[in-house]
């Protein structure tokens, strides 16, 4: 079982999108966090160590989580995928964005 975390904002449109997305795969377990301090779940050090590998929305994403949770990134693989907050929830074509670009990164789906 693979385990992926996905983070962006405030965990209200695009990495809940993508945890719905991805937790429907057989073989992958899913989980969704927002960096800001309001997200609707945060990004804690538990979920961290939790993932085998964690996908952020955009760049600025990494530098906040590189920042925060520097320590508990050791060995660990994070991805991100350039993808604006410009998508509603479960908007067919960030549906689509997210399978283009993680599935390839997944190898086996």
């Known amino acids: 079982m693979k385990k992926l ?10 990495s809940p999108t993508a945890e719905a997305i991805f937790s429907e795969y057989a073989g992958l377990e899913a989980e969704s966090a927002g960096l800001n301090h309001d997200a609707e779940v945060p990004v804690s050090p538990e979920l961290i160590q939790w993932a085998d590998m964690i996908f952020v929305m ?11 949770f520097q320590h508990f990134l050791k060995n660990k693989r994070v991805v991100c995928l350039n993808i604006p907050d410009e998508y509603d929830y479960m908007d067919d074509a960030l549906i689509k964005l997210l ?6 990164i997944l190898g086996t789906y």
């Open 58 to 68: 955009e760049k600025v994403h990494r530098n906040k989580l590189s920042k925060k």
């Open 99 to 104: 399978k283009n670009k993680v599935l390839p």
């Open 5 to 14: 975390l996905f983070i962006c904002s405030q965990n209200k449109l695009r």
